[in-house]
Every structure is written in structure tokens, then in C-alpha cells.
């Protein structure tokens, strides 16, 4: 009782949590954006060419390799400034509004609020996810275009901006409010289906772990382990949802009938998800598969270790006097 009562003493508020985890999930996202440039890249090439079109790259490495020499360490961190933004954002949101989000779940159903139930933490995952997601979408659209341009080897159409605010602002005149929120239901869909695997694969492998006295809670090994758990289960949910999210958000825009512009490839997710099967089967949907695990295995791996540290820290900062008050 003791315990419990100290745990529900030392807890952290949703804002704090936001913060947190958006400090989290841009230390992570420092060391994974080289490999998220190498995805985007292998993602577009051969879009919807029978038989996977001109291959520029070979393979996920082939593209940092490439990439380096003809565009530097500035080629590898295309795209960095919005990716720390819309980091804040998703993260903070996905890991701040988490356990909110499931404790009302449970509270819902009957259950108590801090229950570890499997449906409510997906549910809980899915939905912080989509709301981080809508949050982020325009952040998420110039940087998969910034990552995707190459004034060397080209591949699918190219978005050349100066910077972020450039490309907000070009975005915004020539399309309006609108292009800024092209590819949300994209968005959502992937964000949703990686969120919703994320944090409960990563909680149920850390109970898992200490419950069984294989790693001793609030360990970094234990931290490690779990997270690289997660990275794996979100990659397999994830990744052709990725792959439209990529396609949707760099395709180039053609005026409608309807005098508005609108996708010149896909008309949405599901749409841009068929025309792939048809064109270049499953394969298509996992290219850049292995660069993705790149990416994703160490940021998921930085961003849940880093969450976890941080807020002990900050709780260790925040509550320290409770602790030697009451000892």
C-alpha cells in the first residue's frame, strides 16, 4: 500500500508527460533521420513501374552511401528541423496522452483506471497516435518531401525548398489551407497502426521482463530489451502504411474537373495501397523495409529508453524531498 501510494504521489501530468516524451523522441530522431532519408528514397523508386522501374539505389546502404558523396552530411539530415517538430508533437502527444487516454478507456468499460488490458492499450495507442498524427500532418508533409528531393539522383517528383518556412509558405500559396493537411487520412492510418502496437507491445515485454525476474525494473537493459520488442512489432504493422504515406504526400497535384487540385497518383491511402499491389505486388508495399528497421529500431529504442530516464529523472528532480522525508 505503501508503495502504491507513493507511485500515485510521484505521478507526472499530461503536459509534463508531452514534454518528456517530445524530448524523448528528438534525441532519437537525430540518429534515425539519415536512415528515414534512405526509406523515403527506396519507397519512391520504381513508383508503380512494372518490374520496379530504374533502380538508382541498390539498397538501403547503397542510398546513404550515394547520398553522402554527392550531397554530404547535409543530404543525410535532409528534412531535420521539421522532423524535431513534428517529433514534439507525435511523440509528445503519443506518450502524454497515453495513459489518459486508456485510464478514461478503462474507466469507461468499468475497469480500474490503471488496469493493464490489452484492447483499451491499443485502443489508447491508436488513438493518441491519430491525434499526434493530425497534429503533425504539415510537418510530416515537408519533411517526406524535403528527404525525397535530390539535386543529384533524383527520384519521383521533386519538392525543392529552401527550408521549412519556405516550404510551408509555397505550400500554403499555391494550394492553401488545404495542401497543408494533403495526406492526413495517411497520416492517421499509419500513425494509428504503429501507435497502436508501440506502447502496448513495449509495456506488456517490460512486465514481462520484471515479473518473471528476468530484468529488474526501471533498468536500462530492461528498457533496451522492451523497446527493441516494440520496434519490431511496429515495423511489421507499419510499414505499408508508410509506404502510401510517402507516396500520397510527395505525388504531384493536377487541377480537377472540379476546378480544385487534387493527387495526380492516388485519390487516398487505400487507393495509393491497390495501384501499388497492381503495379509492383506486396513487394511494393515493403520497399524500404529494411532501411524503415534502420530507422525505426533505434528511434523506438532512443525514444522509449530516453522517455523512461527522463521522467524518472525528472520525477527523481520533481520528488526528491519526498523521498528522503519519507524514506
Same mark, same amino acid.
Not at 500500500?1 to 507511485?7: D, G, I, L, N
Not at 539505389?57 to 542510398?63: E, F, H, K, M
Not at 501507435?195 to 508501440?198: A, D, E, F, G, W
Not at 530516464?309 to 520525477?315: D, E, G, N
Given at each position: 500500500?505503501?508503495?502504491?501510494?507513493?507511485?500515485q504521489?510521484q505521478?507526472v501530468?499530461?503536459?509534463?508527460?508531452?514534454?518528456c516524451?517530445?524530448i524523448?523522441?528528438?534525441?532519437?530522431?537525430t540518429?534515425?533521420?539519415?536512415?528515414e532519408?534512405?526509406?523515403?528514397?527506396l519507397?519512391?523508386?520504381?513508383?508503380?513501374?512494372?518490374?520496379?522501374?530504374v533502380?538508382? %539505389?541498390?539498397?538501403?546502404? =547503397?542510398? *546513404?552511401?550515394?547520398t $553522402? /558523396?554527392? !550531397? #554530404?552530411?547535409? @543530404?543525410?539530415? +535532409? &528534412?531535420?528541423?521539421?522532423?524535431?517538430?513534428?517529433?514534439?508533437?507525435?511523440n509528445?502527444?503519443?506518450?502524454?496522452f497515453y495513459?489518459?487516454?486508456?485510464?478514461?478507456f478503462n474507466?469507461?468499460?468499468?475497469?480500474?483506471?490503471?488496469?493493464q488490458?490489452?484492447?483499451?492499450?491499443?485502443?489508447?495507442?491508436?488513438?493518441?497516435?491519430?491525434?499526434?498524427?493530425?497534429l503533425?500532418n504539415p510537418?510530416?508533409?515537408?519533411?517526406?518531401?524535403?528527404?525525397?528531393?535530390?539535386?543529384?539522383l533524383p527520384?519521383?517528383?521533386?519538392?525543392h %525548398?529552401?527550408?521549412?518556412? =519556405?516550404? *510551408?509558405?509555397?505550400? $500554403? /500559396?499555391? !494550394? #492553401?489551407?488545404? @495542401?497543408?493537411i +494533403? &495526406?492526413?487520412d495517411?497520416a492517421?492510418?499509419?500513425?494509428?497502426?504503429g501507435?497502436?502496437?508501440?506502447l502496448?507491445?513495449?509495456?506488456?515485454?517490460?512486465?514481462t521482463?520484471?515479473?518473471?525476474?528476468?530484468?529488474p525494473?526501471?533498468?536500462?537493459?530492461t528498457?533496451l530489451?522492451?523497446?527493441s520488442v516494440?520496434?519490431?512489432?511496429?515495423?511489421?504493422?507499419?510499414?505499408?502504411a508508410?509506404t502510401?504515406?510517402?507516396?500520397?504526400?510527395?505525388?504531384?497535384?493536377?487541377?480537377?474537373?472540379d476546378?480544385k487540385?487534387?493527387?495526380a497518383?492516388y485519390?487516398?491511402?487505400?487507393?495509393?495501397?491497390?495501384?501499388?499491389?497492381?503495379?509492383?505486388?506486396?513487394?511494393?508495399?515493403?520497399?524500404?523495409s529494411?532501411?524503415?528497421?534502420?530507422?525505426?529500431?533505434?528511434?523506438?529504442?532512443?525514444?522509449?529508453?530516453?522517455?523512461d530516464?527522463?521522467?524518472?529523472?525528472?520525477?527523481e528532480?520533481?520528488?526528491g524531498?519526498?523521498?528522503?522525508?519519507h524514506?
Open positions: 500500500m505503501a508503495s502504491t501510494s507513493k507511485a504521489a505521478s501530468s499530461t503536459g509534463e508527460g508531452f514534454v516524451g517530445g524523448a523522441a528528438s534525441i532519437a530522431v540518429v534515425s533521420n539519415p536512415a532519408v534512405s526509406k523515403t528514397r519507397q519512391l523508386q520504381g513508383e508503380l513501374a512494372k518490374h520496379g522501374g533502380r538508382v %539505389y541498390s539498397s538501403s546502404l =547503397d542510398v *546513404l552511401k550515394k $553522402f /558523396r554527392n !550531397e #554530404g552530411i547535409r @543530404g543525410l539530415q +535532409r &528534412g531535420l528541423g521539421p522532423a524535431y517538430a513534428y517529433q514534439i508533437l507525435l509528445g502527444s503519443r506518450l502524454g495513459d489518459p487516454i486508456r485510464h478514461g474507466s469507461m468499460l468499468g475497469w480500474s483506471p490503471t488496469s488490458n490489452m484492447l483499451t492499450s491499443v485502443l489508447a495507442g491508436a488513438t493518441s497516435g491519430a491525434v499526434g498524427a493530425s503533425g510537418l510530416f508533409l515537408i519533411k517526406a518531401r524535403m528527404q525525397a528531393y535530390s539535386p543529384a527520384i519521383g517528383t521533386q519538392h %525548398y529552401k527550408s521549412a518556412f =519556405d516550404a *510551408l509558405s509555397t505550400i $500554403f /500559396r499555391e !494550394e #492553401g489551407a488545404r @495542401g497543408l +494533403r &495526406g492526413v495517411a492517421i492510418l499509419r500513425t494509428a497502426m501507435s497502436s502496437v508501440q502496448p507491445s513495449y509495456n506488456l515485454t517490460k512486465r521482463l520484471v515479473e518473471n525476474g528476468i530484468l525494473d526501471n533498468s536500462t537493459w528498457f530489451a522492451s523497446s516494440s520496434g519490431a512489432c511496429v515495423l511489421v504493422v507499419m510499414q505499408p508508410d502510401a504515406l510517402t507516396r500520397v504526400y510527395n505525388q504531384a497535384t493536377v487541377v480537377g474537373p476546378g487540385l487534387h493527387g497518383l485519390k487516398n491511402p487505400i487507393d495509393c495501397l491497390w495501384k501499388t499491389f497492381k503495379a509492383e505486388g506486396i513487394r511494393g508495399w515493403y520497399k524500404g529494411t532501411a524503415h528497421f534502420m530507422r525505426i529500431a533505434p528511434h523506438t529504442i532512443i525514444t522509449l529508453t530516453m522517455n530516464v527522463i521522467l524518472k529523472m525528472y520525477k528532480a520533481k520528488y524531498h519526498l523521498d528522503r522525508e524514506p
